[in-house]
């Protein structure tokens, strides 16, 4: 008997123009390993970010910037081996793309040869062109990410909303302009007025996917965690919290630890 195999249609940068001229709306979430990964994926999701965010969600750290290279290499090819369909972008950490345009290129090739991602994020907008610019010009796709850039937390000394004076509006837009100019393919805005977003989101020709930024952009991303009530702390105005998952796996443990010391688990079908 032959196996028919299942033609999966894979998301890539030219799935992701398409769907903004299409004017349909881009989903994407964080994932950092296999098992959550092959979940969203199989739910139908177009887009996984394995974020920097790891950072704070997988490790307990306070900001994103300890993570290194090596462990979003490790999340990042945990991640592909999850997938079929989705198309997965990898944050390049904190200091392995600012200090030169040659280490920025080294770091984005390590990413694809070393985990299968289809695809590199770096935060900033003037400052980092040249760096996209390169990396774009070795046949890897880049997303930016401007507005609330969580890798210069102690420059900006808040997680507040950003670029709501016009000085900083002006620069946002500017530098939209010159990622797009610059050949990324997408672009993160993170909590910054809605208004500002549907405006830099109708400027560009590349789908803009925002976290705190209104309706008007191309698409949306969330943390994995906070939008599965992982990581039950964090509640920002902006998050949608589609299940309470923190609560629900400590019923489970808690169920588990009364059964095993009540001697109710395992039972003669749980045995050999
Ligand atoms: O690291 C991350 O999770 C991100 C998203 C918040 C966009 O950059």
């Keep these: 008997m032959s196996s028919v195999k299942k033609e999966v249609k894979r998301v890539t940068t030219h799935t992701l123009q398409k769907m ?15 098992s959550f990964a092959r979940i969203i994926d199989g ?9 920097d965010s790891a950072s704070n969600v997988m490790a307990g750290h306070e900001t994103t910037l300890p993570v290194t290279l090596d ?7 945990s991640v592909i081996r999850g997938i079929e369909r989705c198309f997965v972008v990898v944050d390049l950490p904190f200091g392995s793309y600012q200090s030169n ?8 090739i390590r990413i694809m040869k ?19 610019k390169k990396i ?5 796709p880049v997303m930016g990410h401007l507005g609330l850039m969580p890798q ?20 946002l837009r500017e530098d939209a302009r010159l990622l797009e100019q610059a050949g990324c393919f997408a672009l993160v805005l993170e909590k910054i007025p809605a208004e500002l977003a549907t405006s830099v989101s109708s400027s560009l020709s590349i789908p803009t996917i925002g976290i705190g930024a209104g309706n008007g952009c191309d698409g949306q991303v969330l ?11 964090f509640k920002p105005r902006f998050l949608r919290q589609y299940l309470n998952l923190a609560e629900q796996a400590t019923g489970a443990v808690q169920q588990y630890i009364l059964d095993v010391k009540s001697g109710n688990f395992p039972n003669e079908q749980e045995q050999y």
Excluded: P, W
Excluded at 136 to 140: E, F, N, Q, W, Y
Excluded at 160 to 166: D, S
Excluded at 223 to 233: K, P, R
């Design 136 to 140: 774009v010009s070795a046949g890897i």
């Design 152 to 171: 210069s937390i102690y420059k900006f000394g808040t997680y507040e909303v950003r670029a709501k004076e016009e000085n900083e509006a002006g620069k």
């Design 101 to 108: 345009t040659e280490i920025a290129l080294a770091s984005a």
């Design 20 to 34: 903004k001229a299409a004017g349909e709306k881009i989903s994407m979430l964080t994932a950092y390993d296999y």
């Design 114 to 132: 070393e985990t299968g991602a289809h695809a590199v994020k770096l935060e900033g907008g003037e400052e980092v062109i040249d760096s996209v």
């Design 223 to 233: 943390v994995m965690h906070d939008m599965l009530g992982i990581n039950t702390e």
């Design 71 to 77: 462990q979003m290499i490790y999340h990042a090819s």
């Design 43 to 51: 739910a139908g999701i177009d887009v996984l970010l394995v974020g």
